[in-house]
């Protein structure tokens, strides 16, 4: 809540069919709540129902929305960015993609220190005979910030302290053209 200091209430966008966003919905409830933060959840499994669940929680006063890495409602993306830019709301996702299309910000993986990692961990497996069964996972906690500048301009929210948080802070406008 770097961006938005005086959140009160989070909205949680998500499609309860898609197995990616649970854990994700699971630990950001959880994280809401240790820091008295209230949330409403809304679900959709269409391009329909997640405009209509877009709109529950414009309705409901939220401050900001957060969705997880979830297909059905980077679907929907194009179709609720412009509800929540209206309503001054900024909406945070789980993948830059999200940021490709109008979110305010997608928080990703960075590729580059994941496959730095994966063929350290292949090395030691491969040349220097460590045990796959006993070889610790690891979980990368140095993703890349991806802020929308037209929609921060849009909403009014100045992102710059958001680069503390990442390993990197990269600026985009909406994509037009996908190659």
Known sequence: FTANPDIKSVGLLYSQSEDSSK????????YLEEKGIEYVEKTGTNNTEVTQAADALIASGVDAV?????????TAELGIYEKFIDAGIPH????DSF???????????????????T?????????NGADPATTAVK???DGIITINTETAEAIG?????????GSELVEITTATDFN
């Open 99 to 117: 940021a490709l299309n109008v979110a305010f910000c997608g928080y990703g993986v960075n590729y580059t220190n994941l496959g730095t990692a």
């Open 66 to 74: 957060f969705t997880p890495t979830d297909n059905t409602v980077m």
């Open 23 to 30: 854990q994700p919905i699971a630990d950001a409830k959880a």
């Open 119 to 127: 063929a350290d961990m292949a090395v030691d497996i491969l040349v």
């Open 92 to 95: 945070y996702a789980g993948a």
């Open 157 to 165: 929210l100045d992102y710059t302290a958001l680069k503390e948080l």
């Open 139 to 141: 979980t990368l906690e």
